[in-house]
């Protein structure tokens, strides 16, 4: 499974966009975090491999921002559980476990659209890797179908 990030303008938040996706392209799309109202926002969604750009095409071509987010690895050998990056995380993806190792929840993290904790660690001990391979990163991906 690939992970996307997909943000709705304003407009397009009360328009039935990835609703209309997921029927035309038959696509099983986990809804991992949404973050939405009626000024728009985003929502963190996993879809199959084999269909990822012709989602993140079928989105862009509506005009939808996609991004396919880089995923966070940490180095528990560098860590030294200083927290820094706990304090700082927006969606509380990271936190303490109790022998004190620093425990990130893959399901919150939206990646690299992020990276506020990769670049808060002293320790180098984060770092961003590309899904798969993935790169959807340019909008001259898109393409015309
Ligand atoms: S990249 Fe952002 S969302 Fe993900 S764990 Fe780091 S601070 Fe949290
Ligand atoms: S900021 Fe770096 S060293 Fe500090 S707890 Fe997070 S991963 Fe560990």
Known sequence: MARILIRFSEEQVS??????????????????SAHINSKGGEILAEVPDAILEKVVNAFRQRGVSVSVPKLIEVDS??????????????????????????????????????????DACPARAIKSIKQNGADYSAKDKVKKS
Request: aromatic share 4%.
């Open 15 to 32: 328009e039935p966009i990835a609703s209309q996706i997921i029927i035309e392209y038959k696509v099983p799309m986990a809804i991992l």
């Open 77 to 118: 050998d560098k860590c030294f559980s200083c927290g820094s990056c706990i304090a700082l995380c927006p969606v509380e993806a990271i936190s303490l476990a109790k022998d004190s190792t620093v425990e990130f929840d893959k399901e919150k993290c939206v990646g690299s659209t992020c990276s506020v904790c990769v």
